[in-house]
Structure formats: C-alpha cells, structure tokens
C-alpha cells in the first residue's frame, strides 16, 4: 500500500509537520506535485489524519502520567470510553484484552488531581473497579511513524 516515497514523506512530517511542500520536495529530491500528489492521497486514505504540535507537557504544569486500567460492567464499555475519552487530561483510552476492559493514560498536575480524576472514575455506575500506575521515569513517548 505505501511505496518507499509515502514512507520517506511519513518519516520527514512526523519529524516537521510544519514543513512546506516545497522544503519536503527538496528533502526527498522530488517535484513539489509529487510530493503534493503523495500528501493528498495519504490524507485521502485516512493514513495522515491531521496535524498537530507536540506538547511538552511536564512545561504545562502536568507533572504526572498515570496509566488506569478499567474494569467496566453491564456491556458499557463504549459509552464510558466515551465518557473519559471527553476529559481534558485524558491522552489516550484502549480497549485491552486481559484482566481490565480499558486502559486510560493521562496526565495531572498533581496527586490531588489525579486523586480526583480516579474517585470520579470511580462513582460512575459501570466502573466497577480501577488500577492506577503512576509513571515514575519517562523514556520514550512518542506516538508516531518514526
């Protein structure tokens, strides 16, 4: 599905997804249309689905990560993904396979923020339970191509 020009591309807007077409056409040694050609149809076929900044978020105040598996009852494991999916320090939600349902990273400023996000979880009706891991060492977080 992807020839070794759309992974090259991958690689390069992964890195800089601010980058011109024409700096990416001069990077890869190709015309600006192709490149331009190649973009559209990675967008068109849903494997580019946007652009965005990567944040710092330690420099944002939210000093923690916590990992939180969920153990969800009565078949409801969507709409309470959805549910936690919605709130603001909530980075990613999983459906797993294994002893939870889901698992929730998510980034707090502090314990009591984290302390609350977990007693909120865990006052709606179809969480059953909850498992929290506090990360105490980062060493890679990277959610993309390269």
């Known amino acids: 599905m992807l020839d070794p020009l759309d992974r090259k591309i991958l690689e390069e807007l992964t890195k800089d ?7 990416l056409a001069n ?3 190709v015309s600006v249309g192709t490149v331009t050609k190649h973009v559209k149809k990675l967008e068109k076929t849903g494997i580019i ?3 965005a900044a990567v944040v710092n978020h330690e ?24 549910l ?38 865990l006052s ?3 969480v059953e339970s909850t498992i ?3 990360v105490l060492n980062t060493v890679k977080e990277k959610f993309s191509w390269v």
């Open 84 to 121: 936690v999916s919605a709130k603001k320090n909530v980075c990613a939600v999983y459906d797993v396979t294994g002893t939870s349902d889901a698992i929730v990273i998510a980034k707090f400023k502090n314990r009591k923020e984290l302390s609350d996000f977990v007693k909120n979880l």
């Open 49 to 51: 689905t946007g652009y």
């Open 59 to 82: 420099k944002l105040g939210y000093d923690l990560t916590a990992i939180i598996e969920l153990s969800i009852s009565k078949g409801r494991l969507l709409e309470v993904e959805r």
């Open 17 to 23: 997804g601010r980058q011109s077409m024409r700096e």
């Open 124 to 126: 709606h009706e179809y």
């Open 132 to 134: 929290t891991h506090v």
């Open 27 to 29: 990077k890869l040694k």
